[in-house]
């Protein structure tokens, strides 16, 4: 098995929305704002070399909406899917699988495309099977007034128009291991209905894919929960259990959306889990 980063674009997310109810003086110690409050953001995904199996986890936003819809976001960088495959010696068309943590924009929006005259979307990944879980497929299909805004359904639909789309056989337990995926997946609902957050037995290391659970190093304190969050007091006992396992057994956490730390390690202490050490993705993968 190897693990690749996939870097699908930058981004700026508004700093008070990303943390909540922590004031300003405190999150921007660790996540500094722009003059309009924006923070780094990185849609950093990864692909999953095992066997003959390409899996990619997340795409990123994608590039078929709108010049008002990104402006909204304030792109930056000049990284994108291809140019990360093909780092790689990888291509779109060599995807076997690509799994969703959720179907918020920022993690889906690349898995669908516009066709070459645009009438119409299509999966971006040709050869490749979409894996959600039925309950978060019905929850984004049908969105509630507060998440409307993330569930887009041009981002959605077409993965399943297409006979591209498949559900993961989740258990009852909160942390499952999927045959289909070959890694464990620990379910949380905090965030939205039934993310998923995959554990990779990678070598000696267990590297998890923190997705939306833990969005960057600043939100390790229980408290720093997203103002996004449907469900923000079970955000902190899903995310105390899931940061007191990663302490327990040094787990390496693989950082979706920090634009500077791409992977850590946490530990316990008197003020509870914090920060231990920071890896890039070469020093670990």
């Known amino acids: 098995m190897k693990l690749y980063p996939i870097e699908s ?11 909540g109810v922590v004031p300003k003086t405190i999150w921007s110690k660790t996540n500094p704002a722009d003059d309009n409050n924006l923070i780094d953001i990185a849609a950093r995904c990864m692909l999953i070399e095992d066997g003959n199996r390409l899996i990619l986890i997340d795409t990123g936003m994608g590039d078929k909406q709108s010049e008002k819809f990104f402006g909204y976001y304030s792109l930056w960088g000049s990284h994108s899917i291809d140019k990360s495959l093909a780092k790689y010696g990888f291509s779109r068309d060599d995807i076997t699988d690509v799994f969703m943590t959720h179907l918020h924009f920022d993690h889906c929006g690349g898995s669908v495309q516009w066709n070459s005259d645009k009438t119409f979307y299509e999966p971006a990944f040709k ?5 959600t879980n039925e309950n978060h497929w019905e929850w984004a299909t049908k969105p509630n007034a507060r998440e409307k805004a993330s569930f887009l359904s041009e981002n959605i639909l077409p993965m399943q128009e297409s006979g591209q789309l498949n559900f993961i056989n989740r258990p009852e337990a909160d942390f499952g291991f999927s045959e289909e995926m070959n890694f464990g997946i620990y379910y949380v609902d905090g965030h939205t209905e039934k993310q998923m957050i995959p554990h990779i ?14 969005a960057t190093a600043g ?5 720093y929960v997203m103002g996004y969050d449907t469900r923000p007091l079970l955000t902190m006992p899903e995310k105390s259990k899931f940061l007191n396992a990663a302490a327990d057994n040094n787990y390496y956490l693989f950082l979706e959306h920090d634009a500077h730390n791409q992977i850590i390690t946490v530990e316990h202490t008197e003020k509870g889990v914090r920060l231990k050490e920071v890896f890039t993705c070469e020093d670990i993968l």
């Open 9 to 19: 674009g930058n981004f700026k997310l508004d700093g008070g929305a990303m943390f």
């Open 127 to 131: 050869n490749a099977k979409f894996w």
């Open 201 to 214: 037995q990678y070598q000696d290391k267990t590297i998890v894919f923190c997705a939306d659970l833990l």
């Open 219 to 223: 939100h390790i304190p229980l408290p």
